[in-house]
């Protein structure tokens, strides 16, 4: 049988067949994902490996949180709720820590250097004696006339009475800030009862002086009498009196004094010196309401050494006028 060759083969030419040669083997990283199933893996160029995950520009993940109000808020919320509960549980530590270390309250502590409120500037007498809620009911009867003589005028405190002679002389000093009321007396009469009883130049005095005290506060006008009498003769018996003494009352009471307010107290004190002869002294304090910040005061002191001058205390307050 003849045999056929094709007609494009060449006659002289031997056609060698090769078997394929295999691909080249790829090194795959070892996290490199599989393919899933029903799919094949493509062929791996030469180039190089891909890199692990989406590329740059792929956007991982779900919906932006920013752009959902709700959410926003609640993130907003748990910020603020955990910041507060954060100072909260800073400031309860440093409290325990300063009370446990007794640096709460001492000077210089945590809280030793608080800055002090403004201090009480009112007069000693106005902070124990502020003004009555209810001003008191008195009719204005007027000035009564000046009686006739002589008299003492206290242009400070505002008010004249009758002027004594003779053993009677002009004050010639001045009591300056006597007593926690620190009360002035500079205006009065007195004399000498008792020269250089304790030996050092000490004198004791039968005494009628005036003087004023500051008892209300910038326009307060209304002034609490019996409160601001009571301090005075207090303060009167601390001042010019031995410690060791006894108060006898003799009288308190309510009344006018030349057609102004006046409170009225009478005393009788009993005491013991070393070297002074008196044992007792008469006292009468007149505070007298003259329509200014300061309370008017009269102070009336004989020794029962000169009872014969008893009458004074009466006689001079009964001419008290105001100016």
Same mark, same amino acid.
């Given at each position: 049988m003849t045999e056929h060759s094709s007609p494009w083969?060449? +006659?002289?030419?031997? #056609? #060698? #067949?090769?078997? +394929?040669?295999?691909?080249?083997?790829?090194?795959r990283p070892a996290a490199q994902p599989r393919a899933a199933a029903g799919y094949e893996s493509g062929r791996v160029s030469g180039l190089g #490996?891909?890199?692990?995950g989406p590329p740059p520009d792929v956007i991982v993940g779900g919906p932006d949180d920013d752009d959902d *109000?709700?959410?926003r808020n609640k993130k907003i919320m748990k910020w603020l709720g955990g910041g507060a509960i954060l100072v909260v549980v800073i400031g309860l530590v440093i409290v325990l820590a300063s009370v446990m270390t007794n640096n709460a309250t001492t000077p210089g502590g945590l809280f030793g250097d608080r800055p002090k409120g403004p201090s009480d500037t009112r007069p000693e007498l106005?902070?124990?004696? *502020?003004?009555?809620?209810?001003?008191?009911?008195?009719?204005n009867q007027g000035v009564p006339d000046v009686p006739a003589g002589p008299r003492t005028a206290d242009e400070e405190a505002g008010i004249s009475y009758k002027k004594y002679g003779d053993p009677w002389s002009p004050w010639d000093a001045a009591w300056v800030d006597r007593g926690e009321l620190k009360v002035t007396y500079r205006v009065g009469q007195h004399f000498v009862t008792e020269p250089n009883y304790d030996g050092n130049g000490s004198d004791y005095h039968a005494t009628i002086l005036s003087g004023h005290v500051p008892a209300a506060v910038n326009d307060g006008l209304v002034l609490d009498l019996k409160c601001i009498g009571d301090q005075i003769a207090a303060d009167v018996r601390v001042s010019f009196y031995p410690d060791?003494?006894?108060?006898?009352?003799?009288e308190a009471r309510d009344l006018e004094l030349g057609g102004r307010p006046a409170r009225l107290i009478k005393f009788r004190l009993h005491f013991s010196q070393p070297g002074l002869k008196a044992r007792s002294e008469l006292v009468s304090i007149a505070l007298i309401d003259v329509g200014k910040v300061e309370a008017a005061i009269l102070y009336v002191s004989i020794p029962d050494t000169h009872r014969q001058f008893d009458t004074v205390a009466d006689e001079v307050t009964e001419s008290v006028r105001p100016l």
């Open positions: 083969a060449e +006659p002289d030419t031997q #056609v #060698v #067949v090769e078997p +394929p040669r295999p691909a080249p083997a790829v090194q #490996v891909p890199p692990i *109000p709700i959410k106005a902070r124990r004696c *502020p003004p009555p809620s209810i001003p008191p009911e008195r009719p060791s003494n006894q108060r006898e009352d003799i």
